[in-house]
């Protein structure tokens, strides 16, 4: 499947290479090594669900294991059972076809930019999900493997889910669906029952530094290493914290949440300030994926207590999760006010804080 190539991706970050041109894979090696030996078996699962945080490296992977399967269609060949990795040169046909998507093998299921509206839908629509099975009922353009990625499993809706399951259920042979999940657990059991789960972990700060430039990072090593020591384990994140601006805005936030449950209003109020203009969005966005990965942090810390009472000391946290993630869709919906709404924000995680560790 091809798509006009000036067209926006929401599978891509500007101004880094797309994972389908990323033939280097870092920090995954055990995953790899799974999917290489059930694919030497003679047996590969016909679907798998690669699971973990955003930005990780997930779509990396999909991307290289159909590059292997479709560039070596015999799981038997002399050349399969040599291979140290899934990697295939940057040179081979296959891969230039993928890079190019004009592989006939394979299919991309994810969200395509609508040219009418001039805008990026915010889910997989189930009509594209059906042009994605017929994909696999059509008489083949290429022989051997057809395989399909999904690039989000949480962008398709309702429908495209229960579209996609009917294919798994009764998958035609020699298929592949390399389903990539950012929260694989609200994935429908049923597609779960149906695919082998790999998860995929969080990245060491070394690795988010080669990964990020092989993807092709200009920033100085020392931004990258701070932006990789901030990046909680995901390249996507350490890259967009590669701008001076936006990781001052990131430290300035962090020492701020090291200070809860005491919030010093004064310095409250310069960062909602700071992040209350539109020219700021990218500010913002750094800003609010600070804060949740603060909460998260807290939250594995409550859990691992080990004193009987994480329950108690989760409860909170997850409380003011879902209260904060409503809150900012409600402000991204009504375009409410980032001031008020930053400030709300410290005052809610200072008073979850402050129950947690009062259970």
């Known amino acids: 499947m091809s798509e006009a190539p000036d067209h926006p991706e929401a599978d891509r970050l500007p101004g880094f290479a797309h994972p389908r041109e990323t033939m280097d894979l870092f920090g995954h090696e055990a995953a790899e090594a799974a999917f290489l030996a059930a694919y030497r078996s003679g047996r590969l699962p016909h ?17 290289r294991a159909a590059r292997f399967v479709l560039a070596h ?15 295939v040169p940057a040179d081979h046909p296959v891969a230039r076809k993928v890079a190019a998507q004009s592989h006939g093998g394979l299919f991309v299921l994810r969200r395509q930019w609508n040219a009418e509206k ?13 042009k994605a099975l017929d994909f696999f009922g059509s ?18 809706n309702a429908n495209g889910a229960n579209a996609l399951l009917k294919t798994l259920e009764e998958p035609p042979s020699r298929s592949l669906f390399l389903v990539v999940s950012h929260l694989p657990g609200r994935i429908m059991p049923t597609i779960r029952s149906r695919a082998r789960s790999v998860a995929l972990r969080p990245l060491q700060p070394g690795q988010i530094v080669s990964a990020a430039t092989a993807a092709g990072s200009d920033a100085s090593p ?53 992040l209350a203009g539109r020219a700021s969005d990218a500010d913002f966005e ?74």
């Open 222 to 274: 020392d931004l990258l290493r701070e932006a990789a020591e901030f990046g909680e384990g995901s390249v996507r994140r350490a890259l967009k914290l590669t701008d001076e601006d936006t990781i001052a805005v990131v430290r300035h936030i962090r020492a701020a949440l090291a200070r809860l449950p005491a919030i010093d209003w004064l310095d409250a109020h310069a960062v909602a300030e700071g």
């Open 73 to 87: 269609p015999d799981p038997l060949s002399p050349a399969v059972h040599a291979a140290a990795s899934l990697a």
């Open 47 to 63: 679907a798998w669900i690669l699971g973990g945080p955003e930005g990780i490296g997930k779509a990396t992977f999909a991307y």
């Open 139 to 156: 008489t083949a353009a290429v022989p051997g493997w057809r395989v399909c990625i999904v690039d989000s499993a949480e962008d398709l």
């Open 286 to 359: 750094a800003a609010v994926e600070t804060m949740f990965g603060w909460l998260s942090e807290q939250a594995h810390r409550a859990a691992g207590e080990g004193d009987g009472q994480g329950a108690a000391r989760l409860a909170p946290l997850a409380e003011v999760w879902d209260k904060v993630a409503r809150a900012l869709r409600e402000a991204k919906a009504f375009n409410l006010d980032r001031r008020a709404l930053i400030l709300s924000l410290f005052t809610d995680l200072s008073e979850a804080l402050r129950a947690s560790r009062a259970a």
């Open 118 to 130: 001039k805008s990026m839908p915010t889910q997989i629509p189930v009509e594209l999900v059906r």
